[in-house]
């Protein structure tokens, strides 16, 4: 029995009447094809090693966004998530971080068609500059069940083809096609329920709290005396603040976090696909529907996808088709960044378990007055003007979009070898953001009044491209792939918000109902880039492979002096395996040995107009205006990194286990930084091309079959990548202190380094804080010797990756996947306020704070609490609130199991499979608070009490016919 790409099995039969065959990939006559570039070519005819394909099987997981399947299954990426809100995105990195000022973001291309990704929300709550990250993700209005594979580009032959949009890495995806024959149909449902990964936050609980509270006011000097509430003698300062008694007299012991989260939210998804057709004519249909509430009270997603993709062979040179994506998302997203006030994971934390978010039967003020329950009380600010039950119960803020993305092809074959191809497509999405605040007093924000909000959002990408490639053989031997294209991409961008304040009552949450207008704005924006490419492949004999690349870029972001850059590549390949002096080496099935040197460039990540000047309205004297808002840079062009990649491909004992180690190095140049300008100029900035910085590192990936029998087959893998990151030029050597107060680009250093004041403990004689100062001893203030600050870390971990293990044995299928990092540093600001030791005022606090110093001689690792703020020195910005950022997660396990087809082929079906399946099931990290998964790129590792993600478990039904 033989078939394409499997070597020949000989299995006698023996009067069997049941025959099982495996079959064994063949190495050495494999010919899949592949994805390069813009075109196709055979595996074995192209030296692009530095390249991982995920296939859908590794994305039958319960995932809102497809850039979170990259999470563990590829070397040297890394993908973080910047939220666990419905929604929300991945920040991904491909071999380290190579800009200063410009977008991380790797390439995303469906079916040869550039699409939008990342954050593009306009309002408060959604933008990517708010603290935890949460945003609109364009990449989630992608259904995962439609994809057939996503392809990583790594390395510069693969990626320089790609130009000044490839020096983050390009992910290619493909989508599902139809194949001719009888149409087939799956249907996939599945329901279950999300929780948070970790509880283990806790804070003071009602006595604690008072305890901690009335030693912080007699450390301040502050002599409050006492009354009494419920039989008990309790400081009267805190009696005063906090007036809400519940049915016993006594003051509340309120579970604010317990009250923000649900940890039961439903998930529920539903996808249909259909696809068949004839040999000339052949289609895919795909329908989904997810509906999943978040962990966080009162946020939901609830997406609608169609799909449809068409091929047609109209003769024998021929063919053409089009692929159309629908999509509508409803999504209510909290303020779970853009607020201090009315963020639930925040503030949950930072509210006095003395006042309740929701008030009893039988609740008094502590005059005995009666109070009606109901979460807007207009007393409820003692520890902060807000309250989020409050927000949840009245205020609204949601988001609609409408997505198309549609492309179509038409490809003629002439003469020998030459196939003319032209592809275009678009990307649209129109989004809408409502806001309102509810007019109630306080309780909400303090808007007082009322407050709505609506903008609006629009975005066209337009792309097209045309190539010319070239396929020839030449005696048997010389193989020759030439391809040459030009590409013109153009994208629109427009936005308008409109905003109105003070409503007459809560009725109506229209802004035609508000009797002020509060704000009023509204941009639009356009860019372009023209693009002329080739590429060239040669092998000999399927042996040796050379291949090069050359594309020249202009865009209209950049100075016009500066917009056209060309980019190149070359890269060669040796197939070791095929060499005589190997032949007769039956254990090794590939071995293959790759190296490549090439330029990408970067433009993202700054402005349209970026190198204009530019002028913006203004109001003086009661006239308008215009000012100067940005200075001209004639000189602004692209980042450029040079790569230089050199790897190793292994398989042995029949392809059962293989290994792929790659060794890199880039190089940015020219990279985009803001640089100081003289005050006299009228400006402080301007972004310019002054920094330089590297990446380096190796990425292994192995991968085996340790059993492979008629009946079970256990399969696993394992990647691991080390990167290192330095700036080794900044503009006039300046560096640079970023992110207050964290943060420092300096050359020599990690882009990502943690640069603090250090922490030297609690003084045991009184209870004070200590630090260090520049030469290591101990300073009672932080600031008193200067500047003593110190890089305590980075962000960046000293390796990561992923594992993953799979069995199949009589029909049952079991498989884990695994993510670890390991070496990065969290700074988390949210200690700072909930260790604040007094310093917060009425602040709740973590309840570490209870191992606090209380009297002389005391060996306690916070100070003793002091009210009031800035007497308190201990509130400052140290190495104690870094924590390490290691963590292994198990980021997903499916158990299933598929009937046998003699019980169900009376029905008529082909095959049903029944399956559970969690993700984050376990997390194993020292981090103390809610998730250790914080978002990657240049700003990794700041964590500021953001939404966690979520432990889900769901329970699926998959049946094809």
């Given at each position: 029995m033989a078939y394409l790409g499997y070597s020949t099995q000989e299995v006698p039969v023996n009067g069997q009447t049941t025959i099982n065959v495996t079959l064994a990939e063949d190495a050495a006559n494999l010919d899949e094809v592949v994805v390069v570039g813009y075109g196709i070519a055979s595996k074995g005819g192209t030296p692009f090693g530095a390249k991982v394909t995920v296939k859908s099987d590794r994305l039958n997981i319960p995932l809102t966004s497809i850039d979170k399947a990259l999470q563990g299954n590829v070397a040297g990426v890394q993908s973080l998530s910047n939220s666990g809100q419905p929604g929300a995105g991945q920040q991904v990195v491909v071999r380290g971080v190579g800009t200063?000022?410009?977008?991380?973001?790797?390439?995303?291309?469906?079916?040869?068609?550039?699409?939008?990704?990342?954050?593009?929300?306009?309002?408060?709550?959604?933008?990517?500059?708010?603290?935890?990250?949460?945003?609109?993700n364009a990449l989630s209005s992608l259904n995962p069940n439609d994809i057939e594979s996503i392809t990583i580009l790594k390395d510069a032959a693969s990626t320089s083809i790609y130009g000044s949009r490839a020096s983050n890495g390009v992910v290619y995806i493909t989508t599902k096609q139809g194949k001719a024959g009888k149409t087939q149909f799956n249907v996939k449902l599945s329901t279950g329920f999300s929780s948070r990964t970790s509880n283990k936050l806790k804070t003071l609980n009602k006595d604690q709290y008072i305890d901690y509270i009335t030693e912080a006011r007699a450390n301040a000097g502050f002599n409050d005396g006492t009354v009494e509430v419920a039989g008990k003698q309790v400081n009267k300062f805190i009696a005063d603040q906090f007036k809400v008694r519940n049915a016993d007299g006594d003051f509340y012991d309120f579970d604010w976090i317990g009250a923000a989260y649900n940890d039961n939210a439903p998930i529920t998804t539903a996808d249909f696909t259909a696809s068949g057709g004839t040999e000339r004519t052949k289609f895919f249909l795909g329908l989904s529907a997810l509906d999943q509430d978040g962990i966080v009270l009162d946020t939901y997603l609830k997406r609608y996808t169609g799909r449809l993709n068409l091929d047609h062979t109209v003769n024998n040179n021929v063919k053409m088709g089009a692929n159309l994506a629908l999509s509508y998302s409803d999504q209510f997203s909290p303020m779970t960044t853009g607020s201090f006030l009315i963020n639930p994971v925040n503030a949950s934390a930072l509210h006095s378990p003395l006042e309740p978010g929701i008030i009893g039967i039988g609740s008094t003020l502590s005059d005995g007055t009666p109070l009606e329950p109901g979460p807007n009380i207009n007393y409820m600010s003692t520890t902060q003007n807000g309250n989020f039950l409050a927000s949840s119960a009245y205020d609204d803020f949601s988001s609609r979009t409408a997505r198309s993305t549609t492309s179509g092809y038409v490809q003629w074959s002439f003469l020998d070898g030459f196939t003319l191809k032209g592809i275009a497509g678009y990307d649209y999405f129109y989004l809408t953001e409502e806001e309102w605040r509810d007019a109630r007093p306080r309780g909400t924000g303090g808007?007082?009044?009322?407050?709505?909000?609506?903008?609006?959002?629009?975005?066209?990408?337009?792309?097209?491209?045309?190539?010319?490639?070239?396929?020839?053989?030449?005696?048997?031997?010389?193989n020759l792939n030439i391809l040459l294209g030009q590409e013109a991409q153009s994208e629109g961008y427009r936005y308008a918000l409109g905003e109105k304040m003070d409503f007459a009552g809560s009725y109506s949450h229209y802004m035609s109902q508000g009797a002020t207008p509060s704000n009023a704005a509204g941009e639009r924006f356009a860019s372009s880039l023209a693009s002329f490419f080739g590429t060239a492949n040669y092998n000999y004999d399927q042996k040796y492979f050379l291949s090069a690349s050359l594309r020249g870029d202009g865009s209209s972001r950049l100075s016009k002096d500066n917009r056209w850059s060309t980019f190149w590549s070359t890269g060669f390949s040796w197939y070791i395996n095929k060499e005589e002096f190997l032949n007769r080496v039956d254990i090794i099935d590939n071995l293959n040995l790759r190296a490549s040197y090439g330029t990408t460039g970067n433009q993202s990540g700054i402005d349209r107009y970026a190198a204009l000047a530019l002028y913006s309205g203004v109001e003086y004297n009661g006239e308008a205006g215009l000012f100067?808002?940005?200075?001209?840079?004639?000189?602004?062009?692209?980042?450029?990194?040079?790569?230089?990649?050199i790897g190793i491909d292994v398989a042995i004992l029949k392809n059962r286990l293989s290994a792929t180690i790659d060794w890199y190095n880039r190089d940015t140049k020219e990279a985009l930084l803001n640089s100081q300008l003289s005050r006299a100029t009228g400006f402080s900035s301007l972004i310019a091309n002054v920094g330089e910085l590297t990446n380096s590192g190796i990425e292994i990936a192995l991968n085996g079959t340790p059993?492979?029998?008629?009946?079970?087959?256990?399969?696993?893998?394992?990647?691991?990548?080390?990167?290192?990151?330095?700036?080794?030029?900044?503009?006039?050597?300046?560096?640079?202190?970023?992110?207050?107060?964290?943060?420092?680009?300096?050359?020599?250093?990690?882009?990502?380094?943690?640069?603090?004041?250090?922490?030297?403990?609690?003084?045991?004689?009184?209870?004070?804080?200590?630090?260090?100062?520049?030469?290591?001893?101990?300073?009672?203030?932080?600031?008193?010797?200067?500047?003593?600050?110190?890089?305590?870390?980075?962000?960046?971990?000293?390796?990561?990756g992923g594992f993953n293990t799979k069995i199949l044995a009589y029909g049952v299928d079991l498989s884990l996947g695994f993510y670890y990092t390991y070496g990065n540093k969290i700074y988390d600001n949210s200690w700072i306020n909930l260790t604040g030791s007094g310093s917060r005022n009425l602040y709740n606090q973590f309840d570490v704070i209870t191992n606090r110093w209380k009297k002389e001689g005391d060996i306690a690792a916070y100070p003793k609490p002091y009210y009031g703020y800035p007497q308190n020195i201990s509130y400052a910005t140290t190495d104690k609130s870094v924590f390490d950022g290691s963590y292994l997660r198990l980021r997903d396990v499916t158990l299933g199991y598929t009937l046998p087809h003699k019980f169900i082929k009376p029905t008529g079906l082909q095959n049903v499979r029944i399956y559970a399946q969690g993700t984050n099931l376990l997390t194993f990290t020292k981090f103390p608070d809610l998730d250790p998964e914080v978002g990657g790129g240049k700003n990794a590792g700041y964590y500021h009490m953001g939404y966690p993600n979520a432990r889900t478990v769901t329970f699926g039904l998959d049946v094809k016919f």
């Open positions: 200063i000022n410009g977008g991380t973001t790797p390439l995303y291309v469906v079916d040869g068609i550039p699409i939008a990704s990342g954050s593009y929300g306009s309002t408060a709550q959604t933008t990517a500059t708010s603290m935890s990250g949460d945003n609109l808007t007082g009044h009322g407050m709505a909000s609506s903008t609006i959002t629009e975005q066209l990408s337009w792309n097209e491209t045309v190539t010319l490639n070239y396929i020839k053989t030449i005696s048997d031997s010389h100067p808002s940005q200075v001209e840079n004639p000189n602004l062009t692209w980042e450029k990194t040079t790569s230089l990649d059993v492979r029998t008629n009946n079970i087959e256990w399969t696993a893998g394992f990647n691991i990548t080390s990167n290192t990151n330095k700036i080794t030029k900044l503009y006039e050597g300046a560096e640079i202190i970023s992110l207050p107060p964290y943060g420092i680009y300096r050359e020599g250093e990690d882009l990502q380094s943690f640069y603090t004041y250090r922490w030297a403990g609690v003084n045991p004689a009184d209870g004070s804080p200590m630090y260090y100062d520049n030469d290591g001893e101990i300073m009672r203030a932080y600031n008193e010797n200067g500047d003593t600050r110190r890089i305590v870390g980075s962000a960046a971990p000293k390796f990561y």
